[in-house]
């Protein structure tokens, strides 16, 4: 199985933005995900986005970030605004499944990219 690979990331200021890519294979079929990783702290799902493009968020981002995804390209978009230092964290996209209660991770994990956000 072809891992993710993600790219964007960098260092930024508070109140920033960033657009995070991340190609995958065969996503055309498939709800693809964004989740983030910050140290010490379990991964977050922040956000999805179906084959038919109907996204949602937790309220943690909701407002701020925006999942887009391009089924020619195998591209899947996370664009950020509004950056606040709790947004810091090493991001990672990934095909999803729903297990009856919630999604849940079933491809490969890829390198990820890292945001940083300054105070």
């Known amino acids: 199985q072809v891992q993710p690979v993600e790219s964007g990331g960098g260092l930024v200021q508070h109140g920033g933005s960033l657009r995070l890519s991340c190609t995958a294979s065969?996503?055309?079929?498939?709800?693809m995900g964004w989740y983030r990783q910050a140290p010490g702290k379990e991964r977050e799902l922040v956000a999805t986005i179906t084959p038919s493009a109907v996204t949602n968020y937790p309220d943690s981002v909701k407002g701020r970030f925006t999942i887009s995804r391009d089924n020619v390209k195998n591209m899947v978009y996370l664009q950020m605004n509004s950056l606040k230092p709790e947004d810091t964290a090493a991001y990672y996209c990934?095909?999803?499944?729903?297990?009856?209660?919630?999604?849940?991770?079933?491809?490969?994990w890829g390198q990820g990219t890292q945001v940083t956000v300054s105070s």
């Open positions: 990934n095909i999803l499944t729903w297990d009856g209660l919630k999604y849940t991770p079933r491809g490969s």
């Open positions: 065969r996503i055309i079929f498939n709800t």
